[in-house]
């Protein structure tokens, strides 16, 4: 803008100077009546020279006061001749046919011409390519035609010395004839190739930004040292509103409309300085990951804040994270079953083997051999039950689980749990009590009897197990539209932390080396998945060192 004022300036001098020196030589003229041959018949400055020669050819002797004016005129001709040659813009003047009568430095150049000479008498189509030469020659023509002034008319051309191409503002002003008529035409030529490779890069630059605030799929804002909001990119002016604009970061980003505890501006702005933070607690309860750099805004230190949205990232982390969890406890669980499993199996089969081959010695009394078969057949059972457990897990894994739906009289199950479980717990010194509701020894509900049992019978075990002394209790209660047993002991309790893992597969509660409890962690999460499949529920209610009491309800 600048440049251009200057410019302007620069040619408004030119012209004056051109103007007053052209009526400066009319005057001239006139006063000495001397000269009579065709003014203006080339260009000012060889009229000049035509003047003195037809002064000095005339034979008249020159006067002193001729010669003083010659002088001057000698003086305004060098001055103004350098004064153009040394102008940094092009300049030329041409006759009506488009004759060149003077170039200055700067254009013979532009042109690729060595001297004023070479150039003389010449048109511009002797030295640029044809059809940029036709597009100048053809406005030289339309002012020449007119008498209008053509000012800064931007043009294009290849430079004839280096080959590259230049952008120009070009002006022509029209050199009227003592008709009033154009008669020769003066062109200047500014150079704005630099300029407009400025204005060109900073355009390209600015699309670029622009460009690259549509496009980034993350949020950005700018935000003075107090937090308010200078700037927002499309993307968060859309969410947001357009007044979000001057408000505090926090008002608009934030749920609880606070500050981040971890907020960088308490730490001052560095200019230049990039750093990332992440903060969760934005609106929608999201996490963002926040790069910021200090930076002058409009003349202000500020701070330029980049939003990436990980709420999903953090998620699928943290899934990633709790699978990992699993799957090592999984792992862990695995360890401890094989171990459990292990000494489980062994532990009836070194019976069955050890009591099997004690059948063969001579001489046994028919009572140790029948109570050597008790303890195979005990043995035997047990070994059964374990791999039963280990069978229905994989049955579960593999989908194969089936129903086996029948009428099923509450009393009659639970009459026979008792009295199979009377023994467990009387050989132990427990009391185990059965709390049989009033008036509803036939009451009955349909289910899949021997998953029923088998739960119940898995509940009465672990409680017998798991208690040293006290009592087991197990009843039920009819509701509207369900039923539901339970089963409590006194025993040992479970930790609070521990109930909901000891339905997981292979879970026992301390299963370290030193565990005295036997058992494979199945009977459980066998139990729930029995009562899910028959569309009941499975929980327990227990407290360390007390007791518990497990609950199965069941749809009737
Ligand atoms: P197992 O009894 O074969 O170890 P379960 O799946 O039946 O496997 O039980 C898992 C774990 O839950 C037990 O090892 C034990 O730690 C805990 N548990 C189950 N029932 C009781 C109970 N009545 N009292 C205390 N802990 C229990």
Redesign the pocket.
């Known amino acids: 803008m600048i440049s251009f004022d200057m410019r302007t300036i620069m040619v408004s001098i030119l012209l004056t100077f051109l103007v007053s020196t052209v009526i400066f030589l009319i005057i001239w003229i006139q006063y000495h009546k001397r000269y009579r041959g065709g003014m203006f018949s080339k260009n000012l400055l060889s009229d000049l020279k035509d003047v003195e020669e037809k002064s000095y050819s005339a034979g008249n002797e020159t006067t002193a006061e001729q010669e003083k004016y010659s002088e001057l005129i000698q003086v305004e001709r060098n001055l103004l001749r350098a004064l153009i040659d040394n102008l940094p813009d092009s300049v030329s003047i041409k006759d009506k046919e488009g004759h060149f009568l003077l170039n200055n430095n700067s254009h013979l150049e532009m042109i690729g011409a060595e001297n004023q000479q070479e150039v003389l008498g010449k048109t511009i189509f002797d030295f640029l390519p044809e059809k940029e030469a036709a597009i100048s020659d053809g406005d030289d023509r339309n002012v020449l035609l007119t008498g209008k002034m053509m000012l800064d008319k931007v043009e294009s051309s290849v430079h004839a010395g280096t080959g590259f191409s230049h952008t120009h503002l070009t002006s022509r002003i029209p050199i009227p004839g003592p008709d009033g008529k154009p008669v020769q035409l003066i062109t200047i030529s500014h150079n704005i190739t630099d300029r407009k490779r400025a204005e060109d890069a900073l355009r390209d630059s600015a699309e670029f930004n622009r460009s690259l605030l549509i496009t980034i799929p993350f949020g950005m804002d700018i935000v003075d040292e107090q937090g308010t909001v200078l700037f927002l990119s499309d993307n968060l002016k859309k969410t947001y509103g357009q007044d979000a604009i001057g408000k505090k970061c926090w008002d608009i980003h934030r749920d609880d409309k606070k500050e981040c505890t971890d907020c960088p501006l308490r730490r001052g702005i560095v200019n230049g300085k990039t750093e990332k933070y992440e903060s969760d607690g934005f609106i929608g309860g999201r996490v963002f990951e926040i790069y910021h750099t200090g930076m002058n805004y409009h003349g202000k230190k500020a701070m330029l804040e980049i939003f990436h949205d990980i709420t999903e990232r953090k998620q699928t982390e943290d899934e990633l994270t709790r699978s990992k969890e699993k799957a090592e406890e999984s792992d862990k669980l695995k360890t401890a079953f094989l171990h459990?499993v292990s000494h489980?199996i062994r532990t009836p089969m070194n019976a069955i083997v050890g009591f099997t081959s004690l059948l063969s010695e001579p001489g046994l009394t028919p009572e140790n051999h029948q109570s050597y078969l008790d303890i195979i057949s005990q043995s035997s059972n047990h070994l059964l039950s374990i791999v039963t457990d280990i069978i229905e897990v994989s049955n579960i894994e593999a989908g194969k689980l089936k129903l086996n739906m029948n009428k099923v009289v509450v009393h009659s199950v639970m009459e026979k749990l008792f009295k199979q479980f009377s023994l467990t717990a009387s050989l132990k010194g427990l009391e185990l009590i059965y709390e049989q509701p009033d008036n509803e020894p036939d009451k009955h509900f349909y289910t899949d009897y021997t998953k029923l049992f088998q739960v119940l019978s898995?509940?009465l075990?672990?409680?017998c197990?798991?208690?040293r002394n006290g009592s087991v209790k197990m009843g039920y209660n009819f509701q509207p539209d369900n039923i539901e047993f339970f089963?409590s002991?006194t025993?040992?309790?479970?930790p609070q932390d521990?109930q909901t893992k000891?339905?997981e597969?292979?879970?026992?509660?301390?299963?370290g080396h030193d565990?005295q409890?036997?058992?494979?962690?199945?009977?459980?999460?066998?139990?729930k998945a029995y009562v899910e499949f028959l569309g009941g529920k499975l929980w327990?209610e227990?407290e360390a060192g007390k007791?518990?009491t497990?609950y199965l309800n069941l749809p009737c």
């Open positions: 459990n489980e898995n509940l075990a672990n409680a197990k798991f208690t089963v002991d025993g040992i309790g479970i521990q000891i339905f597969r292979f879970y026992q509660v301390d299963n565990r409890f036997e058992g494979t962690g199945l009977g459980l999460s066998l139990s327990v227990s007791g518990s497990f």
